[in-house]
């Protein structure tokens, strides 16, 4: 009963490829987000969606596109992949926007652009 | 532009003793620490928290100080036990704006306490 979950787990495919990563959280919260975590392991947030809003969007290439179609869904497509968005991507959910309230990650998906 | 380091890549300890992982801000807006636990092939977990009104926060054998004019934060365990080996990450929220509920993570910290 995993609380935060994505699909794939390992991702590997070619330059200039469309890819899809998704997420799902059982917990019902309300705030989803994508992290990613980049060769030099720092954790960036790009998006965030409340309540299927958008409500943050780092300076993240318009190549990137999340789409949220509930609440419980946050997916990350991908579109004419480059080596450099080789990155593990991790989704997380938290229960309102307040900085006090605790976001829970999934497991992440390691994407290899080669 | 590192708004939350964490200049530790690495720390050992023996099992029993204290581990104590340091995090320094350079964004004096931030108002909320957060630590977060990581094993490998997981996502991070949450830890503890503090609010910059407090200058420390405590549970069980984690506890979490703040020394705001210093702008430095540190987690201190204690004791350490083998299954806290882990990744620790930093991270920061605050500031003006819509989006104060934004974490910003440092590069994290690999603790390995040694049986």
């Known amino acids: 009963d995993t609380a935060v979950s994505q699909t794939p787990k390992y991702l590997v495919t070619q330059m200039g490829n469309d890819k899809s990563i998704k997420c799902e959280q059982n917990?019902?919260?309300?705030?989803m987000y994508w992290y990613k975590q980049d060769s030099k392991k720092f954790l960036k947030i790009m998006f965030s969606y409340n309540n299927k809003e958008l409500i943050i969007n780092e300076t993240v290439p318009n190549r990137f596109s999340p789409k949220s179609p509930d609440k419980a869904h946050l997916n990350l497509h991908i579109n004419s992949l480059e080596l450099g968005d080789s990155a593990v991507y991790f989704c997380?959910?938290?229960?309102?926007?307040?900085?006090?309230?605790?976001?829970?990650f999934g497991p992440g998906t390691r994407l290899t652009v080669l | 532009d590192q708004q939350v380091k964490q200049n530790s890549p690495s720390l050992s300890v023996q099992e029993g003793r204290i581990s104590i992982l340091n995090c320094d801000y350079t964004?004096?807006?931030?108002?909320?620490f957060l630590w977060y636990k990581k094993y490998p092939a997981e996502g991070p977990t949450f830890l503890i928290s503090i609010s910059s009104i407090k200058d420390k926060n405590e549970d069980g054998r984690f506890t979490v100080f703040l020394n705001k004019s210093a702008k430095h934060l540190s987690l201190h365990i204690v004791p350490s036990q083998p299954g806290d080996s882990a990744v620790y990450f930093c991270a920061a929220s605050g500031g003006s704006g819509g989006s104060n509920y934004k974490l910003t993570f440092g590069k994290g910290t690999l603790l390995t306490v040694n049986p």
């Open positions: 917990l019902g919260h309300d705030t």
């Open positions: 997380a959910s938290s229960q309102g926007i307040r900085n006090s309230n605790e976001q829970f």
């Open positions: 964004n004096s807006m931030f108002d909320y």
